[in-house]
């Protein structure tokens, strides 16, 4: 028998009914060891030895695999044919040599491109080694990605409190996303004109032309800089007559994309599809795994994490042949396309993504895919096919008019398609039109013909900043730049995303205050580590770790030496001086000039003070420097709405008790507050319902929410009474326990005692549908009096009381589960999460005199030995989690390590 490793459960299904009874095929469900979340999994001073941690999951299949390849003859490691891939076969086979189970047993490693019979079947054939190159690659980044998250993170969390984290090359791309949200604060929109002209031929066929060229001088962006001089430059056009003074026409060629690779593929994902990075990759490893088609699960498309733009020469045929029986003759060239690969380092040579078997057509796979799948599928065979198809074949024409009595030049460009080649099935996504001329026909003309002017229409323009980064444009800048890998991609905006330092907003990147103020903090004091060209370098000398031109320790022992250097210096520096710096950098953002010459840093409240950036439990914010004589504070920047965050307003008084009404800012958001009448009395507040602008709030809307709750009726079934609020997910209404969501704030205070009814109604039969049909009811249950029921579940019948949801053996007939084994089953569960523990736990806490009782137990067996060998049993059992304890606080403070990497 022959054991093979590799990471899903899918696969190993999918590859154990290729390979036969013969083989054992089994899953490591991904890594199997990481670094632990604590100081010291990195040893810099040990030569970087690196101290790997395996958790309870991990530790149970790695069991599994180590019983299974005992009485193995052969073990055979096929994990993903990667780096990473790579690394989680070499932990695999570093765990089962701890364990001592490999004696006898040969050891082959084993790639695939593709999850199919062929591609698995003939790899077998080919079995090597494990690569010591990608190996140390892997080990170089793993160790650079925790030295740098374990040793900078904590460095913020002292200088800059509220902060989540910092990575290699997570901060780098929260820089880019941050620089160019100050190119457009820095923008100042200019005023711009340009003229174009409606011209006509003798025989008055119509085409548009522009000003070029004025007085002899080639027509610039701000020539015509206002509506005067615009207006000026249209009289003089249609006092002058026109004549062609040249007509150039050119054939052109438009060659198709090749074939997809990682970062090209997310990109089109989220142009075409809308899909995010990370979701683009996880739609593309179900393909990659495979889907059931006729019986049998196969892999759709090649491995999804590549560099690599070329595809297999069978694949070539393949698609040539599709061409033909698709499209035609005329849609295939002469040759096969041949594409090479621009990146510095591609990934280990993969082929690019393509299906893996190219007469599958998108509309035959269709109704075995969800829409995510069929979707990017068909993105992928579109893709693959286009790249092999014949050019684009195009005619641009120009033609240069001149007026006859006046130094006045027009332009007129065009673009026809003369044969539509690649784009009959595909063309890529753009952020910007790719060619603005293309299907403006131009009519017929020569030299010398005079033109007939119909009409001049000049138009304004205004410049516009640039645009904020969308997931599809920072990857492709990334990869530009040569910031990361690909691959990697996806996880670093995913976690930009889960620190709250970046935000989506129409698909666009937007950052937070708390990522420009790391950002900030890090150009300032950590410069080097978030340059774009260091970067970049440190990326090469680690692709040159995987070429096995460089020592992974070598380059571990340089960037170190450096760096400790730069947080011993910054660990030296005061909060005091930090924010002075950031004050200074980030001003223009925090302190926004108001226009009226006053000073954007004065206290708004206590007049004499000056407001500084602060830092709290919490995080940042702004507070004055007089405190606590003066307790003024907001948020950092502005209010979503435009309007300047100014801190407590009084809105007026109640009319009613004569109270004070104002709108204060907290660290959450702003709200409203009516001051209590006595001293001991705590102030009635109340949030803004979400999309509410705090510069709309008046003494009206302030009454109106200080009303929340408020009482709608008695529930005429129930006899219990119907509230209505506000809470942290927006308006509901409550009864008895349920809660029922309002769609529109504005519901709050009008609702009636009918509709409430309705809305509770629908919810508690939403929740009914969700809960299943019920099969058996049982009776009430003794202690809550609430129904036990057995109801129909998506995993099979199950036994339901209140929130409690029971499952019943498999052996158990829903029809003839009584109530007495039904609540067995329940007090089971509620004993396994702890629901039915909570009120016995409070009685032991009221009831401290009767804890004394197990001191008489203790008497029960003074001679028995067993009782003082548990004391020292113990003490060992007690040394252990106090070692654990802080272990467990720094994973608390620091994260994952998973979470610090990129």
Not at 724 to 742: E, K, Q, S
Request: hydrophobic content about 35%; some cysteine; aromatic content about 6%.
């Amino acid at each position: 028998m022959d054991v093979v490793i590799v990471e899903s459960p899918a696969k190993a299904k999918t590859i154990n009914k290729y390979l036969g009874k013969d083989y054992k095929v089994l899953a490591s469900y991904g890594h199997v060891r990481d670094l632990p979340s604590k100081d010291g999994s990195v040893q810099p001073d040990e030569d970087f030895a690196m101290a790997w941690d395996v958790d309870a999951k991990s530790q149970k299949r790695l069991n599994e695999i180590a019983a299974a390849v005992k009485g193995a003859d052969r073990l055979i490691l096929a994990t993903d044919p990667d780096r990473e891939g790579e690394a989680i076969s070499w932990h695999v086979l570093e765990v089962l040599n701890k364990k001592k189970v490999l004696k006898d047993v040969e050891v082959q490693r084993v790639v695939f491109n593709a999850i199919t019979k062929k591609s698995v079947t003939e790899a077998m054939e080919h079995p090597r080694g494990l690569d010591k190159e990608l190996i140390d690659a892997y080990l170089a980044r793993r160790a650079l990605d925790y030295l740098v998250g374990f040793t900078l993170s904590p460095v913020l969390w002292r200088k800059l409190p509220g902060s989540r984290s910092a990575g290699r090359v997570q901060s780098v791309a929260l820089r880019l996303i941050c620089e160019r949200e100050l190119e457009i604060e820095a923008f100042r929109s200019q005023e711009y004109w340009t003229v174009e002209t409606d011209m006509k031929t003798a025989a008055n066929a119509p085409f548009a032309a522009r000003l070029v060229a004025l007085d002899g001088k080639k027509l610039e962006k701000f020539d015509i800089p206002d509506q005067k001089t615009a207006d000026e430059v249209e009289a003089r056009i249609k006092a002058s007559r026109y004549t062609v003074k040249s007509v150039e026409s050119k054939p052109a060629r438009r060659n198709p994309n090749p074939p997809f690779t990682t970062s090209t593929i997310q990109q089109e994902a989220s142009r075409k599809l809308g899909f995010s990075a990370s979701r683009t990759m996880q739609v593309a490893q179900r393909l990659y795994e495979g889907v059931e088609i006729d019986g049998e699960t196969t892999g759709l498309i090649t491995y999804m994490r590549t560099d690599g733009v070329q595809i297999a020469p069978e694949a070539i045929a393949q698609a040539r042949t599709v061409i033909n029986n698709e499209f035609g003759e005329a849609y295939l060239p002469d040759n096969p396309r041949v594409y090479n690969t621009k990146a510095k380092n591609a990934q280990e040579a993969h082929e690019a993504i393509r299906p893996t078997d190219l007469s599958r057509l998108p509309k035959s796979v269709a109704s075995y895919l969800d829409d995510d799948q069929r979707r990017l599928y068909e993105l992928v065979w579109n893709r693959t096919i286009a790249s092999q198809m014949e050019s684009v074949q195009l005619e641009r024409t120009t033609i240069e008019i001149e007026a006859n009595d006046a130094p006045i030049n027009l332009r007129a460009t065009g673009s026809v398609i003369v044969f539509d080649g690649f784009l009959r099935l595909y063309q890529e996504g753009r952020d910007e039109p790719d060619d603005a001329d293309e299907g403006n026909r131009l009519p017929k003309v020569a030299a010398g013909d005079k033109l007939g002017l119909e009409k001049v229409r000049p138009e304004q323009h205004f410049t516009e900043p640039p645009p904020r980064f969308t997931e599809a444009s920072i990857v492709k800048r990334m990869e530009e730049l040569g910031i990361g890998r690909p691959s990697t991609y996806a996880s670093t905006l995913q976690t930009l995303r889960d620190r709250d330092y970046v935000r989506m907003d129409q698909k666009r990147l937007v950052p937070q205050d708390k990522g420009r103020l790391v950002t900030a903090f890090l150009e300032n004091f950590f410069p080097r580590y978030v340059e774009y060209d260091f970067t970049a370098a440190l990326e090469e000398k680690l692709d040159k770790v995987s070429a096995g031109e460089l020592d992974w320790k070598d380059l571990l022992r340089e960037f170190w030496k450096d760096f400790t250097g730069a947080v011993a210096e910054a660990t030296e520096l005061r909060i005091t001086e930090v924010l002075d710096r950031l004050n200074d950098v980030l001003g223009p953002h925090v302190f926004p000039d108001k226009g009226d010459g006053s000073d954007p840093r004065k206290c708004p409240s206590c007049e004499d003070g000056r407001l500084s950036l602060k830092v709290g439990r919490f995080g940042a914010f702004v507070g004055c420097s007089n405190y606590p004589d003066c307790k003024f504070t907001r948020q950092l920047t502005v209010g979503a709405e435009g309007e300047e965050a100014q801190g407590d307003r009084v809105l007026g008084t109640d009319p009613e008790t004569g109270a004070e009404v104002s709108l204060k800012r907290g660290r959450f958001g702003p709200y409203v507050e009516r001051a209590p009448l006595a001293e001991d009395e705590k102030p009635k507040r109340s949030g803004l319902p979400a999309k509410t602008s705090a510069a709309d709030v008046d003494l009206d809307m302030a009454l109106r929410l200080l009303t929340l709750p408020r009482e709608v009726g008695i529930h005429p079934e129930t006899g219990k009474k119907i509230t209505a609020g506000l809470g942290r997910f927006g308006p509901f209404i409550l009864h008895d326990g349920t809660y029922a969501n309002l769609k529109d704030p504005e519901e709050l205070f009008d609702i009636g005692l009918n509709r409430a009814v309705t809305v509770l109604a629908e919810k508690i039969a939403r929740a009914e549908e969700r809960a299943g049909k019920i099969l058996k009811e049982l009776g009430e249950h003794p202690d809550s009096g609430k129904p036990v029921q057995v109801r129909e579940g998506k995993y099979g019948p199950y036994i339901k009381h209140g929130r409690t949801n029971a499952t019943l053996p498999k052996s158990a007939v829903p029809e003839d589960v009584t109530l007495e084994e039904a609540l067995a089953l329940v007090a089971e569960k509620e004993a396994k999460t702890g629901k039915g523990k909570k009120a016995p736990a409070k009685k032991a806490a009221e009831k401290k005199p009767a804890a004394k009782k197990p001191a008489a137990k203790k008497k029960k067996a003074p001679a028995k030995k067993a009782p003082a060998k548990k004391p020292a049993a113990k003490k060992a059992a007690t040394k252990k989690p106090a070692a654990k304890k802080p272990a467990a606080k720094t994973a608390k403070k620091t994260g994952t390590a998973t979470e610090m990497a990129d």
